[in-house]
T-cell receptor, first 113, second 115 residues
Framework: GENVEQHPSTLSVQEGDSAVIKCTYS??????FPWYKQELGKRPQLIID?????GEKKDQRIAVTLNKTAKHFSLHITETQPEDSAVYFC????????????FGKGTKLSVKP | NAGVMQNPRHLVRRRGQEARLRCSPM?????VYWYRQLPEEGLKFMVY????????ESGMPKERFSAEFPKEGPSILRIQQVVRGDSAAYFC?????????????FGSGTQLSVL
C-alpha cells in the first residue's frame, strides 16, 4: 500500500534555533500535503499545507517545501519557542483510497528554553 | 462554528462489550473520516463516509467494526466484542466536499480503554 515516511522521530532544539522535519511519500499522484501539530492529549491541528502546484509556502515562522520529483516534503520552523513543543505529523493524499490522508508516524519536537 | 465534536472523550469497556463512538462534523461538512491512533504512533485511516454512504472502508477491520453516517444525526463508529488491542484514541475528521486536496479538521478524539 501507499506509505509516508517521516524523520526524525524525535528532535530536540534550543529555543531560537530552527527545526526541520522531513517526509517522503510513495503515491506519485498525491497532490495535497498537510502538516498537523498535536499537543499531548489534544486533537491534531492543521498548521500549514501545500498543494502540488507550488514548491514552497510560508506562514510566519513556519514554511513547507515540496519536491515532487523526489516525492519529498519538509517542514521548517524558525526561531523556535517552547510552545512549539509537540508531535508533528506530515500527511499525503492517498489517491487510490478515495482521497483519505496517509500520515507519517510523527516527530516529537522538544524546544528547550 | 463549534468544530468537529466527538463524544464521549473517554470510554472504558470490559472485554466483550460494545463501544459506540460518535462524531458530529463541522457545520456544512458532509464528509467524515475515522482514524485510529495507538500510543507513539501516527493516525491510521479506518473509514470514509458521506451522508448515508460508506465511500471507503479499506482501513477498517472486517470483523467487529462498523460505521455509519445517517441522514440525521452524528456518524457512529461501532466496535463489537471489544478486545484489549482495540484500546486507542479514535479521531474523527470532516471536510466540506471530500475532494483529495481539501483540508481535514479533526475532533478531540475518543480515548477507548478496554479492561
Amino acid at each position: 500500500g501507499e506509505n509516508v515516511e517521516q524523520h526524525p522521530s524525535t528532535l530536540s532544539v534550543q529555543e531560537g534555533d530552527s527545526a526541520v522535519i522531513k517526509c517522503t511519500y510513495s503515491d506519485s499522484a498525491s497532490n495535497y500535503f498537510p502538516w498537523y501539530k498535536q499537543e499531548l492529549g489534544k486533537r491534531p491541528q492543521l498548521i500549514i499545507d501545500i498543494r502540488s502546484n507550488v514548491g514552497e509556502k510560508k506562514d510566519q515562522r513556519i514554511a513547507v517545501t515540496l519536491n515532487k520529483t523526489a516525492k519529498h516534503f519538509s517542514l521548517h520552523i524558525t526561531e523556535t519557542q517552547p510552545e512549539d513543543s509537540a508531535v508533528y505529523f506530515c500527511a499525503a493524499t492517498n489517491t487510490r483510497g478515495q482521497g483519505n490522508l496517509i500520515f507519517g508516524k510523527g516527530t516529537k519536537l522538544s524546544v528547550k528554553p | 462554528n463549534a468544530g468537529v465534536m466527538q463524544n464521549p472523550r473517554h470510554l472504558v469497556r470490559r472485554r466483550g462489550q460494545e463501544a459506540r463512538l460518535r462524531c458530529s462534523p463541522m457545520k456544512g461538512h458532509s464528509h467524515v473520516y475515522w482514524y485510529r491512533q495507538l500510543p507513539e504512533e501516527g493516525l491510521k485511516f479506518m473509514v470514509y463516509l458521506q451522508k448515508e454512504n460508506i465511500i471507503d472502508e479499506s482501513g477498517m477491520p472486517k470483523e467487529r467494526f462498523s460505521a455509519e453516517f445517517p441522514k440525521e444525526g452524528p456518524s457512529i463508529l461501532r466496535i463489537q466484542q471489544v478486545v484489549r488491542g482495540d484500546s486507542a484514541a479514535y479521531f474523527c475528521a470532516s471536510s466540506p466536499q471530500g475532494r483529495t486536496n481539501e483540508k481535514l479538521f479533526f475532533g478531540s478524539g475518543t480515548q477507548l480503554s478496554v479492561l
